[in-house]
């Protein structure tokens, strides 16, 4: 099991750019920009991640912790 360590307005922030960039990955594949969609899909996949998961590999590698006690 991952350890939470993304809370709060981290968490957020980190849904609201992950649902911007899916927006933004389709708009790119609708338009026949594909590696702008490939590349604005994996940023939303990996902020979306975070936000439900709780969990930031970057954070825990930094010893960042963003969630309330």
């Known amino acids: 099991?991952?350890?939470r360590n993304v809370g709060g307005?981290?968490?957020t922030v980190r849904?609201?750019?992950?649902?911007?960039?899916?927006?933004?990955t389709l708009g790119?594949?609708?338009l026949g920009?594909?590696?702008l969609g490939g590349v604005?899909?994996?940023?939303s996949?990996?902020?979306l991640f975070n936000a439900v998961a709780?969990?930031?590999?970057l954070n825990a590698a930094l010893g960042i912790d963003t969630t309330e006690e």
């Open 28 to 30: 790119a594949f609708l």
């Open 54 to 57: 709780g969990f930031c590999g």
């Open 9 to 11: 307005t981290d968490k």
């Open 45 to 47: 996949v990996g902020l």
């Open 33 to 35: 920009r594909r590696r």
């Open 1 to 3: 099991m991952l350890e």
């Open 15 to 24: 849904a609201v750019l992950g649902g911007l960039l899916a927006v933004a």
């Open 40 to 43: 604005t899909l994996i940023a």
